[in-house]
């Protein structure tokens, strides 16, 4: 039951930031781990002034970003702090030596701001593309190749902190130490008390400085007694690794490390794990960047994924374990050493496969892929039904080779079958991976995880490495660090958090069974989604992530339903079912970018279809298969309705579609607004004798007219084709023809069906039997096209190939704002689009927020609110700029953005033409 009393005192101290829709605490009821508790109630604070009025009113709090922790610490049956929401402030300090962010910032976010001054964050783990900065903070983030030297400890500068008593303390300012023993003396005389403590105490420093010798997130970082002084500075490194259990981190200021541009990485193929780890010190010595381990399983499932080359893709794995090694460099001749120096060392290794290192930047980036994408690409192999557990330790390397057989022959005694290790060998850390039942029994877990304990305390090691202690190794931090230490940890608690109210339960818990408690059971759902382990990674590409859902919400939602289904709580059915329709379906842009985060790659867009289709009543899917087979009227319909629109005045149209819209609905009326064009312009057919290629123009030149005047790509690109001395056929039925994508994304496959052959009977004679390529002008539609069955090019790469080369000298403009597609960047148009707009301009900006715009169609005539919502960042950046132009690559999404910013934006294309005339 949710507690009134509690909700009425959080609207009393910060109005308006709450959120108790059943699908919204469900939604945020899953994260990484295999943990499920869910919230009473989800906060959205904006500020560090309302986090600490939300800390004065003594509540229980858990605070979560990215929800990509793996141990438990970001779920919480209290109230539950969204972080990510209006904490995504990045700002470059000194060149890229240091850099301030917020906790809702996404690591590789803030890395894509320092690129450009040759600096990254230190702390690089897997999940780089969805954690923030707030987990890296709150879990002492490490990585591959950061280490101990660079990970969230050592490159931490200072951060605003607001403490359990709501007082806010920047730790970089002049006055902070001052600052902290007036306004929390019993704090800071507690942490210098402390300090005195262990300092005296040999055994427990050398228990420290053996503990944080290795990767170590277990407990709290004791070592900041040793490594600092001044209470300020001890506290600020405490709440480093701490998991949101000492205080809420506002803000923090990282010294950043160089990216180097040069590397050498390959793949050594081992015939056993043993003799893999057994390599591990002459390796080491080698002073790798990375050293990275996949076992048996992990190769096995490496093999299926798209990226694999062809040493993976032929290896016949029985007991082999493989290592990915990589040296960097900022100077090639250094890079030339380091390649040198590891030949030497892999000619003395017993391998399978010949020993090569790469500087190849997209064979690097395939392995890096793979080994980022491991975890979650192994869970999503796992059995349906059951739950993926990932467990973090780590040993002296010298121990790694014990390690794995003690683990090889744990998975034996208790029948875990393909079980993975993986991990950073470099750092003695490794990762092992089981697939558990917890609806049956949880006697085999228990056992095992104690039976896990002894074997790596056993070997001088630590029960988490970088995942953090969270829930799942909270009870063991006592046997880790003996009751001394554990005494001290506890003091620490006390100090900071008198009342326990800060993510109670994670870390120190005085339940023996607390690991064991709020398991995950995934329920069989639907086989677009049930191979989700609720990773998160998908979400921040997701366009509606800050309006409704993401991804991962998508999918827990339907499985809280069919769990609700299941317990025959219809009430919370049907709420959860009411709240879907909106929240998840009509919002959703099938934009598939998800796809392209995803490990195991699910497209809940498929999802989003078939649901979409569902629904849909004889008559719709009648209109629309008709529709199909009249395309040509259609369109000029449309064009003759917006046309109309526009003569009228503004207030008449917006009146009809707003009653329209209240009266049939929102999913099917669109909103017209004064921002919108005229009808564009009717495709006509124009044969070509002995063409080079047939193009079709896109529709959606007919049901807009370009913007602000300009010729629209149909008409630039074809000058651009007759300048470079290339002849396009137009076929007589292009005015009937389309992608595809208006039914598919809708959910009328049978009026998909109808256009496809429709296509394909044009196409078949158009091209002399597939003998001519085919160019469209949209990149949705060239990806519409590849869903109908047929290689169609993009006019973007067609131009980048076979007409920019054969241009005259551009005069080109000063500046670009160019915003890519989420079509252009699935079908790889990344590099053809640079190459044209850097034809174009002299200065060429994707700006900051850059991301889907989520017009997707008619989506954002029918829910304009969405769009507005994904372009917000992006429109923010555009605006504070001074460009010359604006372009995309595709005509609905140039509407996007100029609704977004108030810039006219082109197709590239038109750009292009203006430029070269």
């Known amino acids: 039951m949710i507690d009134s009393t509690a909700l009425a005192a959080v609207e009393n101290a910060v109005p308006g930031i709450t959120r108790t829709r059943a699908s919204d605490r469900l939604g945020m009821a899953h994260d990484a781990s295999h943990y499920l508790l869910t919230p009473q109630a989800v906060l959205v604070p904006e500020s560090a002034d309302q986090v600490a009025a939300l800390l004065r009113t003594g509540l229980p709090l858990t605070f979560r970003s990215g929800g990509t922790s793996l141990s438990g610490q970001a779920v919480s049956e209290h109230l539950l702090v969204d972080t990510r929401r209006h904490f995504r402030s990045i700002e470059v300090l000194d060149g890229g030596a240091r850099v301030r962010v917020q906790p809702g910032a996404v690591l590789r976010q803030v890395n894509a701001r320092l690129a450009p001054y040759g600096r990254k964050l230190g702390p690089d783990p897997a999940s780089e593309s969805a954690c923030t900065i707030g987990g890296v903070v709150a879990n002492n983030s490490s990585g591959m190749t950061c280490g101990t030297h660079a990970n969230t400890y050592r490159t931490l500068e200072s951060m605003t902190l607001v403490l359990a008593s709501g007082t806010v303390v920047d730790t970089g300012a002049p006055?902070?130490?001052?600052?902290?023993?007036?306004?929390?003396?019993?704090?800071?005389?507690?942490?210098?008390?402390?300090?005195?403590?262990?300092?005296?105490?040999?055994?427990?420093?050398?228990?420290?400085?053996?503990?944080?010798?290795?990767?170590?997130?277990?407990?709290?970082?004791?070592?900041?007694?040793?490594?600092?002084?001044?209470?300020?500075?001890?506290?600020?490194?405490?709440?480093?690794?701490?998991?949101?259990?000492?205080?809420?981190?506002?803000?923090?200021?990282?010294?950043?490390?160089?990216?180097?541009?040069?590397?050498?990485?390959?793949?050594?193929?081992?015939?056993?794990?043993?003799?893999?780890?057994?390599?591990?010190?002459?390796?080491?010595?080698a002073e790798p960047a990375a050293v990275e381990l996949l076992d048996a399983e992990s190769l096995r499932v490496a093999q299926t994924d798209p990226k694999a080359d062809d040493l993976l893709r032929t290896l016949t794995v029985r007991d082999h374990a493989a290592l990915l090694v990589e040296w960097q460099e900022s100077d090639a001749g250094a890079l030339g050493e380091r390649e040198g120096a590891a030949a030497t060392v892999f000619g003395e290794l017993e391998l399978s496969a010949p020993a090569r290192l790469s500087r190849d930047a997209g064979g690097r980036a395939a392995l890096w892929h793979i080994r980022k994408g491991l975890y979650a690409s192994v869970a999503g192999a796992r059995p349906s039904g059951t739950t993926a557990l990932l467990e973090d330790v780590a040993v002296p390397v010298t121990a790694l080779a014990d390690l794995c057989d003690d683990l090889g022959a744990l998975f034996a005694k208790h029948h875990y079958e393909r079980s993975v290790i993986f991990g950073h060998a470099k750092d003695g850390n490794l990762h092992f991976m089981l697939n558990e039942r917890f609806a049956t029994d949880l006697r085999r877990y228990a056992e095992f995880t104690e039976d896990m304990v002894e074997a790596v305390l056993g070997r001088g090691g630590t029960l988490k490495a970088e995942h953090g202690t969270g829930r799942v190794m909270a009870p063991f931090v006592r046997r880790q660090y003996g009751d001394e230490l554990y005494e001290v940890m506890r003091e620490v608690k006390r100090l900071c958090d008198p009342a326990g109210t800060l993510n109670p339960g994670v870390l120190l818990t005085d339940r023996e069974d607390a690991h064991l408690r709020d398991l995950k059971t995934v329920v069989t759902v639907e086989p677009e989604v049930d191979r989700c382990v609720e990773c998160g990674y998908c979400e921040p590409v997701c366009p509606s992530r800050d309006l409704t859902t993401t991804p991962r919400q998508r999918i827990v939602l339907r499985r809280e339903l069919a769990a609700a289904q299941a317990a025959g709580d219809h009430a919370l059915a049907r709420e959860l079912e009411e709240e879907y329709a909106y929240d998840a379906v009509d919002t959703c842009a099938v934009d598939g970018m998800c796809a392209t985060a995803c490990p195991v790659q699910i497209n809940t867009g498929d999802l989003t279809r078939r649901l979409r289709a569902e629904r849909h009543g004889r008559a719709a899917r009648t209109g629309w298969k008709s529709a199909a087979k009249h395309w040509d009227g259609v369109t000029r319909a449309m064009n003759l309705a917006l046309d109309t629109a526009a003569s009228l005045p503004p207030a008449l149209p917006e009146a009809a579609s707003g009653l329209g819209r209240d009266l049939i609905g929102a999913e099917t009326v669109p909103r017209w607004s004064r921002d919108l064009p005229r009808g564009g312009t009717r495709r006509r057919a124009a044969p070509a004798a002995?063409?080079?290629?047939?193009?079709?123009?896109?529709?959606?030149?007919?049901?807009?007219?370009?913007?602000?005047?300009?010729?629209?790509?149909?008409?630039?690109?074809?000058?651009?084709?007759?300048?470079?001395?290339?002849?396009?056929?137009?076929?007589?039925?292009?005015?009937?023809?389309?992608?595809?994508?208006?039914?598919?994304?809708?959910?009328?496959?049978?009026?998909?069906?109808?256009?496809?052959?429709?296509?394909?009977?044009?196409?078949?004679?158009?091209?002399?039997?597939?003998?001519?390529?085919?160019?469209?002008?949209?990149?949705?539609?060239?990806?519409?096209?590849?869903?109908?069955?047929?290689?169609?090019?993009?006019?973007?790469?067609?131009?980048?190939?076979?007409?920019?080369?054969?241009?005259?000298?551009?005069?080109?403009?000063?500046?670009?704002?160019?915003?890519?597609?989420?079509?252009?960047?699935?079908?790889?148009?990344?590099?053809?689009?640079?190459?044209?707009?850097?034809?174009?301009?002299?200065?060429?900006?994707?700006?900051?927020?850059?991301?889907?715009?989520?017009?997707?169609?008619?989506?954002?005539?029918?829910?304009?609110?969405?769009?507005?919502?994904?372009?917000?960042?992006?429109?923010?950046?555009?605006?504070?700029?001074?460009?010359?132009?604006?372009?995309?690559?595709?005509?609905?999404?140039?509407l996007g953005l100029t609704r977004a910013t108030g810039k006219p934006y082109h197709h590239l294309l038109e750009l292009l033409d203006r430029v070269t005339r």
Not at 237 to 259: C, K, N
Not at 849 to 875: K, M, N, Y
């Open 175 to 285: 006055d902070a130490a001052q600052r902290l023993r007036a306004l929390e003396p019993e704090l800071a005389a507690g942490l210098e008390r402390l300090r005195d403590r262990i300092r005296g105490n040999p055994d427990s420093v050398r228990r420290i400085e053996a503990q944080f010798a290795l990767k170590n997130t277990m407990g709290y970082g004791l070592n900041s007694f040793l490594d600092h002084d001044d209470p300020v500075d001890i506290l600020a490194h405490l709440i480093v690794g701490s998991e949101g259990t000492l205080g809420f981190v506002a803000e923090a200021v990282l010294r950043t490390v160089p990216a180097h541009p040069l590397a050498a990485t390959g793949l050594l193929v081992f015939p056993s794990l043993h003799q893999a780890m057994a390599a591990m010190p002459g390796l080491v010595a």
């Open 690 to 894: 002995s063409p080079d290629a047939v193009y079709l123009p896109s529709c959606l030149n007919t049901l807009f007219a370009p913007a602000d005047g300009g010729p629209g790509v149909m008409a630039a690109f074809r000058r651009l084709a007759g300048r470079a001395g290339i002849r396009l056929h137009v076929p007589e039925q292009i005015a009937g023809l389309c992608c595809g994508t208006p039914w598919s994304s809708k959910g009328f496959p049978d009026g998909h069906d109808t256009m496809a052959r429709r296509v394909a009977d044009v196409l078949t004679e158009a091209t002399d039997g597939g003998r001519l390529p085919v160019v469209t002008d949209a990149a949705s539609c060239t990806e519409g096209f590849d869903k109908l069955g047929f290689q169609v090019v993009d006019a973007i790469a067609f131009t980048a190939e076979r007409i920019l080369p054969r241009l005259p000298e551009a005069r080109r403009l000063p500046s670009l704002a160019l915003h890519p597609t989420c079509s252009s960047t699935r079908l790889g148009l990344d590099a053809a689009i640079t190459r044209i707009a850097e034809a174009v301009a002299e200065r060429v900006v994707v700006p900051d927020g850059w991301q889907c715009c989520a017009f997707a169609g008619d989506r954002g005539l029918l829910h304009p609110e969405l769009t507005a919502s994904a372009t917000r960042a992006e429109a923010a950046s555009v605006t504070a700029g001074d460009f010359t132009a604006h372009a995309s690559v595709n005509r609905t999404c140039e």
